[in-house]
Structure formats: structure tokens, C-alpha cells
């Protein structure tokens, strides 16, 4: 009879002290180091940027933003093929990550990585310095139409979504001559606009916000659905009769072979950081969506938005 009081103390120790291992359990490694191909200033830059500092109390990480520019994110997604598969390295995924392989036949593709989670969906906006004479997207695009060759369109790199609505505008509009110019990231492009070298920038809510508030930028349209809540008295690309909508999504990526002890701490971790009400009230300020999947759910999308790029890109004649 006491063996067997002993026996049934001695499972609920373990069974205790189990419990208490793996509610406990901290992330394999102290330091992260998050890859972005932006520029300091863009879009995934701020991206990571915000989110770290609420993610390095919760995960008890240190985290470090690495800026690798260069081939649209070619040298990104190559230095993240070279990394470990240990959860010490991933790359904030956006849709240049697909497209980048599928425009300049790069040796690298989404294939070679691993789709771990996402966390955003982000609206997609054209703006224009405060005293720019167009006062909306049409006007600028009409102006474009109207002399060949003196419109000045900015996006980001070659291969980024902002190229492809740029290239979207040209094609719902018939202009044949506009002058595009790419830069590696929206903190660049941003500056050009504020110089008033170019008519107007493709980015987002995000990357503009703080020059919004200042007075200096001023929004001539969204590529959403419908009007953002944020900035109701914005019309959508469509409401202007340019048929375009597009939206930016925002995870992370590591390389292939990540151990499923990783992808578990990260696919809690993210609901979390979501939940935070002082990120929330950050996030929602820059209009971001909150679009958490799980690794099960974000590989296959990837996958899917890779076609439909590919798609995109045949029908306006980008690729072959």
C-alpha cells in the first residue's frame, strides 16, 4: 500500500514537473536575426522594426533587423538559403519574394525556402507630395496619357508589388510611354516624392504616416476593395475607374528544414503579438490587417499567390 502511495507521488512529480518543463520552455536561441532586402525607412523595415519591440519581452529574444539590399531581394533570399534551419535567421516575406525569381530568373526561389507563418495583409496606397497639382490618381495618370513620356511614376524594386500596380495602371489606362523609376525601398521612393521628382509613389499607409500627420504627403488613392477606415475620405483606385486592387501580404520565412519546435513558439507567438493592445493601436494607426496562418495555411497561399503572380505578370506582358 505505501509503494503504491509512493508510485502514484512519484507520477505526479513527473507528471508536475513535465508540465512545468514544457509551459516554461523558452526559445531555443537569445539572438534572432530577422532579414529584410528594405531599405531603412520602407515597408518591411518598419515592419519588423515595430514588431520586435513588443516581440523580444514576450519571446524573451534579442532580435536584430538586417538590411540585405541588393537584386530585389535576390541577395535577401540567398543569404537565407545559406543559413542555419535552426531558428536563428528568417526573411519578412512579401510578394517580392515570388516575384523576384519570376522576372529576373534568379538562382533562388520561394522552393527553396521554408513559408513559416504570416501576420498582415497591407493596403496598398498612391500619394503625392501636399502641393502637387494632382489632386487625385486619375489626374495624374490622365496627365500621363496625355504626354507620353513626362509622367514620373515611383515604386519600389523591379520585381515588387508596387511595380506590378504601376504596371496594372499603364495597362487599364493604354499609356504606353510613362517614366518608372524603382528603388530598393519606401524610404527612398518616399524622399523623391517629397522632392517633388516624381508625380506620385506606390507604397503604404506605413511607410507615409508619420510625413501624413507632418502635412507634407497627401494620399490620392487606395487599392483596396473598399475605402480604408483609417482614411475615409480617400477613394479606392476603382472608384476613379482605374480597375486595380491590390494587397501586400506580410510573414515570415525561414529556410528549409525548420525544426517543428520553432514553428510552434512562432505560431504562438504571433497570435500574441496580434493581441497586444498597444501594438494593436500601433498597427491599426498604419491601417495594417491583422491575417495570422499558420505554417499549414501560409505555405499553401504562397504557393497560390505565386501562380496568380505569374498569371499578373503574363497577362500585362511582363514574362513570357
Known amino acids: 500500500m505505501l509503494w503504491k502511495k509512493m508510485s502514484l507521488s512519484l507520477l505526479v512529480f513527473i507528471l508536475i514537473a513535465g ?21 531603412p525607412g520602407g515597408g518591411s523595415d518598419l515592419f519588423l522594426r515595430n514588431a520586435v519591440k513588443f516581440l523580444g519581452p514576450q519571446m524573451g529574444i534579442n532580435f536584430v533587423v538586417k538590411n540585405v539590399r541588393g537584386g530585389s531581394g535576390a541577395k535577401a533570399m540567398a543569404k537565407l538559403v545559406a543559413s542555419p534551419p535552426d531558428g536563428t535567421y528568417f526573411y519578412a516575406s512579401t510578394p517580392t519574394f515570388l516575384m523576384t525569381p519570376l522576372v ?20 496598398m496606397v498612391a500619394y503625392t507630395r501636399t502641393d502637387s497639382p494632382f489632386k487625385t490618381l486619375a489626374e495624374a495618370v490622365a496627365y ?8 514620373k511614376w515611383g515604386g519600389a524594386n523591379p520585381t515588387s508589388l508596387e511595380r506590378q500596380i504601376l504596371e496594372g495602371l499603364k495597362y487599364v489606362s493604354g499609356i504606353e510611354k510613362v517614366a518608372v523609376v524603382s528603388f530598393e525601398g519606401g524610404g527612398d521612393l518616399m524622399l523623391s516624392v517629397l522632392g517633388g521628382t516624381l508625380d506620385f509613389g506606390i507604397g503604404e499607409p506605413g511607410e507615409i504616416g508619420s510625413q501624413i500627420d507632418a502635412g507634407k504627403l497627401r494620399m490620392i488613392a487606395t487599392f483596396t476593395e473598399k475605402r480604408l477606415s483609417v482614411f ?42 496580434l493581441a497586444n493592445p498597444k501594438y494593436k493601436a500601433q498597427y491599426e494607426k498604419d491601417a495594417l490587417v491583422p491575417a495570422f496562418m499558420d505554417q499549414k495555411t501560409f505555405a499553401p497561399y504562397i504557393a497560390e ?16
Do not use: C
Not at 505569374?310 to 500585362?316: A, F, G
Open 305 to 320: 499567390r505565386s501562380a496568380d503572380i505569374e498569371t499578373y505578370l503574363k497577362s500585362m506582358g511582363v514574362i513570357k
Open 19 to 39: 508540465f512545468a518543463v514544457s509551459a516554461g520552455a523558452e526559445y531555443p536561441h537569445k539572438t534572432v536575426i530577422l532579414i529584410t532586402h528594405s531599405s
Open 144 to 151: 500621363a496619357k496625355k504626354n507620353p513620356g513626362k509622367g
Open 232 to 273: 475615409p475620405d480617400v477613394p479606392t483606385a476603382r472608384e476613379q475607374g482605374l480597375d486595380i486592387v491590390k494587397t501586400k501580404f506580410r510573414g515570415l520565412t525561414g529556410p528549409k528544414g525548420l525544426p517543428q519546435n520553432v514553428v510552434k513558439a512562432w505560431e504562438t507567438a504571433i497570435p500574441q503579438l
Open 104 to 123: 529576373g530568373k534568379t538562382k533562388y526561389t520561394y522552393r527553396d525556402l521554408e513559408s513559416m507563418v504570416n501576420v498582415f495583409l497591407d493596403p
